[in-house]
Nanobody, 123 residues
Framework: QVQLVESGGGLVQAGGSLSLSCAAS????????MGWFRQAPGKERELVAA????????YYADSDKGRFTISRDNAKNTVYLQMNSLKPEDTGVYYC????????????????WGQGTQVTVSS
């Protein structure tokens, strides 16, 4: 029902910013909560931010809160992740994921996944 494609990753120095986009296709996009996950080298995939289908509720991991902002534009079938004040520990592959209903905190709860986009923060 949902196909996801991430874009916007790249190489940035510590303290810099990146904006990620996730373009979705499928008629049911507006009924899904969306999450951004990060998989760092040698680490488990973890949720960094999530947003409900209406955008009324958001979640941020403690390490990312205050630096990252998740948003969505259902008219454009797109979810965004604005990342500021990037740190080397933010490095990893960022995945966009979709889940029916309310967002969850664990990656197995999400039904659809994008291919990922690499974010590398140098120091």
């Amino acid at each position: 029902q949902v196909q996801l494609v991430e874009s916007g990753g790249g190489l940035v120095q510590a303290g810099g910013s990146l904006s990620l986009s996730c373009a979705a296709s499928g008629r049911t996009f507006s009924s899904y909560s969306m999450g951004w996950f990060r998989q760092a080298p040698g680490k488990e995939r973890e949720l960094v931010a999530a947003i409900t289908w209406t955008g009324a509720s958001t979640y941020y991991a403690d390490s990312d809160k205050g630096r990252f902002t998740i948003s969505r534009d259902n008219a454009k079938n797109t979810v965004y992740l604005q990342m500021n004040s990037l740190k080397p520990e933010d490095t990893g592959v960022y995945y966009c994921a979709a889940k029916p209903g309310w967002y969850g905190s664990r990656w197995p709860e999400y039904e659809y996944w994008g291919q990922g986009t690499q974010v590398t923060v140098s120091s």
